[in-house]
């Protein structure tokens, strides 16, 4: 994990990423520390959790290397912590592939505690069930040309992303306006099971929209697609 942690990790970095996401305090902790360097009584009051209930968690979270201890003040007899995120960087395709597997998986590892407690805390926060959030979820098939494909087609969206974010800001500078703070969790990956064929495709192709149901059926016939909702995901 990084340089900042106060011991090396005892457990399995599968073991550390499911006990960091295995509490809300610590979902909330880790959320906080994903936005800048902050002491735990500075987590406490912004989460509303006891500073002593923070500090336990956190003492096991440093342990376990899941964050880290960016600074420490000598006040008196006391020493103040400040804790941070475990500190991440971006690797090209080639320089991860070189990497030894333990050490990408510890690289994952951090990357997952940090993107499914955001998800967490937007769960528990009722961000998901907002109509302008989107959730989905699929399986995918393809040979190898084909993941190379999903791999440009993945690479080419977050880059819309960020120019779209580059917009935004730009707008915000000239005619005012507010920010969001908006997140991504975005994860694609060889499933470690062959699984069975799906019975039908969770997004449709995009022919005409059927006739909408009376409301009163819509509440009892189950839903087709899953997080996209009544309309289609945008083209890529």
Request: aromatic letters at 8%; hydrophobic letters at 35%.
């Given at each position: 994990?990084?340089?900042?942690?106060?011991?090396?990790?005892?457990?399995?970095?599968?073991?550390?990423?499911?006990?960091?996401?295995?509490?809300?305090?610590?979902?909330?902790?880790?959320?906080?520390?994903?936005?800048?360097?902050?002491?735990?009584?500075?987590?406490?009051?912004?989460?509303?959790?006891?500073?002593?209930?923070?500090?336990?968690?956190?003492?096991q979270m440093v342990e376990d290397g899941s964050v880290e201890i960016d600074s420490?003040?000598?006040?008196?007899?006391?020493?103040?912590?400040?804790?941070?995120?475990?500190?991440?960087?971006?690797?090209?395709?080639?320089?991860?592939?070189?990497?030894?597997?333990?050490?990408?998986?510890?690289?994952?590892?951090?990357?997952?505690?940090?993107?499914?407690?955001?998800?967490?805390?937007?769960?528990?926060?009722?961000?998901?069930?907002?109509?302008?959030?989107?959730?989905?979820?699929?399986?995918?098939?393809?040979?190898?040309?084909?993941?190379?494909d999903i791999d440009d087609l993945v690479h080419r969206f977050l880059r819309g992303?960020r120019q779209i974010e580059d917009e935004s800001i730009a707008r915000v500078e000239?005619?005012?306006?507010?920010?969001?703070?908006?997140?991504?969790?975005?994860?694609?990956?060889?499933?470690?099971?062959?699984?069975?064929?799906?019975?039908?495709?969770?997004?449709?192709?995009?022919?005409?929209?059927?006739?909408?149901?009376?409301?009163?059926?819509?509440?009892?016939?189950?839903?087709?697609?899953?997080?996209?909702?009544?309309?289609?995901?945008?083209?890529?």
């Amino acid at each position: 994990m990084g340089k900042g942690s106060v011991r090396r990790a005892r457990k399995r970095i599968e073991e550390v990423v499911e006990y960091a996401l295995g509490h809300r305090t610590r979902i909330q902790i880790l959320t906080v520390l994903n936005d800048g360097v902050y002491s735990s009584a500075e987590i406490s009051q912004i989460i509303g959790v006891s500073r002593n209930t923070v500090r336990n968690h956190l003492r096991q979270m440093v342990e376990d290397g899941s964050v880290e201890i960016d600074s420490e003040v000598e006040t008196g007899n006391h020493r103040q912590y400040r804790y941070r995120a475990v500190a991440g960087r971006e690797y090209s395709a080639e320089e991860f592939e070189r990497l030894p597997y333990r050490q990408r998986q510890h690289i994952a590892g951090a990357f997952l505690s940090a993107g499914i407690a955001e998800v967490m805390a937007g769960f528990h926060a009722g961000k998901l069930a907002e109509p302008s959030a989107h959730l989905y979820s699929a399986r995918y098939k393809a040979d190898e040309k084909g993941r190379g494909d999903i791999d440009d087609l993945v690479h080419r969206f977050l880059r819309g992303l960020r120019q779209i974010e580059d917009e935004s800001i730009a707008r915000v500078e000239t005619t005012g306006g507010s920010i969001a703070s908006m997140f991504l969790n975005l994860t694609f990956f060889e499933r470690p099971r062959k699984g069975s064929d799906r019975l039908y495709r969770q997004v449709s192709e995009r022919e005409a929209p059927a006739r909408p149901h009376p409301l009163s059926e819509r509440w009892r016939a189950p839903r087709r697609f899953f997080g996209w909702g009544d309309h289609r995901p945008p083209s890529i």
